[in-house]
């Protein structure tokens, strides 16, 4: 379970040079890590996997990768605060965002579609995000004001994207009831949109800014799943909506909604709004 500890000693906000080195950094480490979830995934036992509970899965891989990635940041940025999802942590001033396997029941039932995500923020601001398809070969960078990239190619989203020529996908959360993801589903379907699911949350924001998609929404996701993809859409000259907002935010779930139009922004919305966080008893 992941839970917020002290953060280091504050660091000083970082210079323009000191960004730009975490930024250099933050492109070896995603790409070292994706490495080794490659590893793992091509190496795993087949058919074997643990569940922390209801279609809540567990690897060993999960672990592994973000213990790489903790220890890669604490040697070189050691006043930094590290948040992510195995180990949990803390925030503070530069705060790295770590999501070490996003799609984990993929990961574990052989389907090569997962990521690793990572976020650096300033006072809970997402500054920069990368995100590695490991399987694909694909590398999604973002820093705030500087635009976006898949292997190095500048992205757009599909802007002007109207509801009934739209791919959405819709994510959700086991604590929630399955009684508003329908209401949200049928919210889409009935405006013509084709729905998708697929099973990892941060894919899912970087295909909306690479134009694969043109929405994702979830009523409840921690920022380890979406903030370095929330980053990339927005870089993308996309919408998104407006958690999280703080360094707060970091440490507890909130709504995600990213979109390529302001037209599939609002559907997104009124479907977010069908959902109405109703949770299980």
């Known amino acids: 379970m992941t839970s917020l500890l002290a953060a280091p000693p504050a660091a000083p906000t970082p210079t323009a040079p000191a960004l730009d080195a975490r930024f250099a950094a933050l492109r070896e480490i995603a790409a070292r890590a994706g490495a080794a979830a490659a590893a793992a995934f091509r190496s795993r036992p087949r058919g074997t996997f643990t569940l922390k509970g209801p279609q809540d899965?567990?690897?060993e891989a999960d672990a592994a990768v973000e213990a790489l990635i903790?220890?890669?940041?604490?040697?070189?940025?050691?006043?930094?605060?590290i948040l992510g999802e195995e180990g949990g942590g803390a925030v503070g001033a530069v705060t790295w965002v770590i999501d070490p396997i996003d799609g984990t029941a993929n990961f574990a039932r052989g389907v090569a579609h997962f990521c690793v995500s990572i976020a650096v923020a300033l006072e809970g601001r997402a500054e920069m995000a990368a995100i590695v398809q490991p399987i694909s070969?694909?590398?999604?960078?973002?820093?705030?004001?500087?635009?976006?990239?898949?292997?190095?190619?500048?992205?757009?989203?599909?802007?002007?994207?109207?509801?009934?020529q739209a791919i959405l996908e819709l994510g959700w959360s086991g604590r929630l009831a399955t009684s508003g993801y329908l209401r949200a589903l049928a919210c889409l379907l009935s405006a013509g949109v084709s729905v998708r699911r697929a099973g990892s949350g941060a894919l899912a924001l970087a295909h909306v800014a690479d134009g694969r998609s043109d929405g994702y929404?979830?009523?409840l996701m921690h920022s380890w799943d979406c903030l370095a993809g929330l980053l990339l859409v927005s870089e993308a000259g996309g919408q998104v909506g407006p958690w999280p907002a703080g360094l707060a935010d970091l440490a507890a779930p909130g709504r995600v909604l990213a979109a390529a139009s302001p037209a599939i922004e609002t559907l997104l919305d009124q479907a977010l709004a069908e959902s109405a966080d109703e949770r299980h008893p």
């Not at 903790?70 to 605060?81: C, L, S, V, W, Y």
């Not at 070969?137 to 009934?164: C, F, I």
Request: charged share 30%; glycine share 16%.
């Open 57 to 59: 899965y567990l690897t």
């Open 70 to 81: 903790r220890h890669e940041i604490a040697t070189r940025f050691p006043g930094d605060a």
């Open 137 to 164: 070969g694909e590398t999604w960078l973002a820093r705030r004001g500087r635009g976006a990239t898949l292997n190095g190619r500048p992205l757009a989203v599909r802007k002007g994207a109207q509801p009934e």
């Open 217 to 219: 929404g979830e009523p």
